[in-house]
């Protein structure tokens, strides 16, 4: 499997740069980096991580039509939103993954359930948020990493984690990268 998580690793890193970018070309990386992952994670017995990966692939498209199509026709423009959705937000999903991992924890062979379906729950949320060009997704996938970080540690996945090593300072460097994009957006549309 290291060749594989090698090849996922790197379509993966050149998805998050070309989304740092704003570019189209991220969803066709997003694709096949999930589609090696949803069969990885599933191996080494991480099936929320695997279930995700197979809504990553759902997601991928729908991601390319929203950046293409969305919008008033010429693509997607970049949005911001209030920290009320937030809290509310980040309340339900926390709570589904609470019920999620109870349920993993019970009824499946899944190790460390709990932060297995937390970190799936909040990924869902934040890949929605990709897809609209929420510009605080890239907040939340930075928790996301470090956890994820400590997740695949556990299990083994050394070149996985190493690659959310990285994707903590990218999200970082694409949240002000979206945020100051957003702002000249708004400029350009008040002049």
């Given amino acids: 499997m290291n060749l594989w998580e090698g090849v996922a690793v790197v379509l993966a890193l050149a998805y998050l740069l070309f989304?740092?970018?704003?570019?189209?070309?991220?969803?066709?990386?997003?694709?096949f980096s999930t589609l090696i992952y949803t069969v990885l994670f599933w191996e080494v017995s991480l099936?929320?991580?695997?279930?995700?990966?197979?809504?990553?692939?759902?997601?991928?498209l729908y991601g390319f039509w929203q950046w293409r199509y969305g919008g008033r026709g010429d693509g997607l423009s970049y949005q911001t939103w209030s920290a009320s959705t937030h809290v509310r937000l980040i309340g339900l999903t926390a709570l589904t993954a609470l019920g999620l991992g109870y349920v993993m924890d019970n009824y499946t062979h899944a190790d460390l359930a709990y932060l297995d379906s937390a970190t799936t729950c909040f990924a869902v949320?934040?890949?929605?948020?990709?897809?609209?060009?929420?510009?605080?997704?890239?907040?939340y996938w930075v928790v996301i990493d470090l956890v994820s970080i400590?997740?695949?540690?556990?299990?083994?996945?050394?070149?996985?984690?190493?690659?959310?090593?990285?994707?903590?300072g990218l999200a970082l460097a694409s949240y002000f990268s979206w945020r100051s994009a957003y702002r000249s957006q708004d400029d350009a549309v008040a002049a």
């Fill in 19 to 31: 989304a740092m970018r704003g570019s189209l070309w991220c969803w066709p990386a997003a694709f």
């Fill in 125 to 139: 949320v934040g890949t929605v948020m990709t897809a609209r060009k929420v510009v605080e997704n890239w907040l």
């Fill in 47 to 60: 099936l929320m991580e695997s279930v995700l990966n197979g809504y990553y692939l759902l997601m991928a």
């Fill in 150 to 168: 400590y997740l695949y540690m556990s299990k083994g996945l050394v070149l996985t984690s190493g690659l959310f090593v990285i994707y903590v």
